[in-house]
């Protein structure tokens, strides 16, 4: 069975840091796309990021929101993917998911059921 | 960046009416184009993908058609655990985008 677990979330003061985990199993993590997405309280989704696998270089892909504040990283051995969170601003409070992307026919088939960054002083 | 737009923002409907809601792109996305259902306090589901493909598992009264920029999903006989929000992506380019959602009430 196909599992993403998110874990990290809490409640954080604007300008500090935070890592997001997300662990998955039930598929070959090295496999696939590992993306985030987000929802304010109340608000539609936004993609943050996401990193390919290493076979197709293992690069990332952020959004402008986030570029240069926030990494997304992958330990293929542990089947984790993470997002670091830097210079947290009050509009980066969410509720994260990760998500699995298909290379073939893209599409995020299976989400983690989310974890809740508060970003307040 | 390639924009989404969903109208309509919101529905009423009824239980085993049919309803449609349509995602329209800022230019072509071929047939990179997702669909997903939101429950609240939930993660979204994915529904249709490749624009028209019905994921595994998901009832066939989700339907959807659209190509390069014009896209519709539509609910057949709808049914209470259908009422819930509905997303479109664009998955051609990233940033991958978001439609703003269309909540489906009752």
């Known amino acids: 069975e196909v599992q993403l677990v998110e874990s990290g979330g809490g409640l954080v003061q604007p300008g500090r840091s935070l890592r997001l985990s997300c662990t998955v199993s039930?598929?070959?993590?090295?496999?696939?796309?590992m993306a985030w997405v987000r929802q304010a309280p109340g608000k539609g989704l936004e993609w943050v990021g996401f990193i390919r696998s290493k076979n197709y270089g293992g690069t990332r892909e952020y959004a402008a929101s986030v570029k240069g504040r926030f990494t997304i990283s992958r330990d293929d051995s542990k089947s984790i993917a993470y997002l670091h969170m830097t210079s947290l601003k009050t509009e980066d409070t969410a509720v994260y998911y990760c998500t699995r992307e298909t290379y073939n026919i893209r599409r995020s088939d299976y989400w983690g059921q989310g974890t809740l960054v508060t970003v307040s002083s | 960046d390639i924009q989404m737009t969903q109208s309509p923002s919101s529905l009423s409907a009824s239980v085993g009416d049919r309803v449609s809601i349509s995602c329209r792109a800022t230019q072509s996305i071929r047939t990179y184009l997702s669909w997903y259902q939101q429950k609240p306090g939930k993660a979204p589901k994915l529904l249709i993908y490749?624009?028209?493909s019905l994921q595994t598992g998901v009832p066939s009264r989700f339907s959807a058609i659209g190509s390069e920029t014009e896209f519709i999903l539509t609910i057949s006989d709808l049914q209470p655990e259908d009422f819930a929000t509905y997303y479109c992506q664009q998955t051609l380019t990233t940033p991958r985008t978001f439609g703003q959602g269309t909540k489906l009430e009752i």
């Open positions: 039930g598929f070959n993590f090295g496999d696939y796309i």
């Open positions: 490749a624009a028209s």
